[in-house]
C-alpha cells in the first residue's frame, strides 16, 4: 500500500498523501509516513535513478495537451546499460506500455535523429539511428490522462486506444525539439 501511495504522490505533483499503519506502534504512536512531491515526475526519475550516476543533473521535464490527452513526462540519462521506461495512464501503470508508450518512443527516436543530423553526428547518406540506441540508459517516466480509455487484456496492463499513438508522437516531438 505505503508502495502504490508513494507512486500517486510522484504522479500528482503536490498531493499530501499521509499513510498511517496502526498495527506498527511505536510509544503509543503508529507508523506514519508522508508523500508530497512537488516536482512531480522529475521527483520520480530521480528518485529511480538514486543508485545511478545520472548524466545530466536534473531531469528533463515536458508536458502539454493534444486532442484530450493530458501528457507530462520525465526522462534522464544514466550511466548504465538498462533501459527503464514506466508509463501511467489515469494513474494505472501500463507495465506492459501502449499506444502512449509507442508514440514516446518514436518521436524520441525522431527528435535525436534529426538533432544528430543538425549538429553533423549523421551526415546525409548514413541511416538513422534506432530507437534502442537512444534508450540505452534511459530512465524516463510517461503519464498521460485522457477519457474513453480502452485496455488490453484483463490486467489493464496495456493501452490501447489507436489515437494516442500519433497525438502524443507529435505532442512530443514538438515539445522535446523545443527543449
Do not use: W
Amino acid at each position: 500500500i505505503s508502495k502504490k501511495l508513494k507512486e500517486l504522490a510522484f504522479l500528482n505533483d503536490g498531493a499530501h498523501i499521509i499513510f498511517i499503519d496502526e498495527r506498527n506502534v511505536v510509544g503509543g504512536v503508529p507508523k506514519q509516513l508522508e508523500y508530497c512531491y512537488t516536482g512531480g515526475l522529475s521527483d520520480f526519475v530521480q528518485y529511480l535513478n538514486e543508485t545511478k550516476g545520472p548524466l545530466h543533473p536534473e531531469p528533463i521535464y515536458i508536458f502539454g495537451e493534444k486532442e484530450g490527452i493530458h501528457m507530462k513526462l520525465a526522462l534522464q540519462y544514466t550511466d548504465t546499460y538498462s533501459e527503464n521506461i514506466f508509463s501511467f495512464v489515469n494513474n494505472i501503470p501500463t507495465s506492459e506500455g501502449g499506444t502512449h508508450e509507442t508514440g514516446f518512443k518514436a518521436a524520441l527516436t525522431k527528435v535525436l535523429n534529426d538533432y544528430a543530423r543538425k549538429v553533423g553526428v549523421l551526415k546525409d547518406k548514413d541511416e538513422n539511428l534506432l530507437g534502442e540506441d537512444f534508450r540505452v540508459g534511459l530512465t524516463a517516466v510517461l503519464a498521460i490522462k485522457m477519457q474513453n480509455v480502452q485496455f488490453e487484456g484483463q490486467t489493464k496492463s496495456k493501452l490501447g486506444n489507436p489515437f494516442v499513438r500519433p497525438a502524443l508522437e507529435t505532442l512530443i516531438t514538438q515539445k522535446l525539439s523545443e527543449y
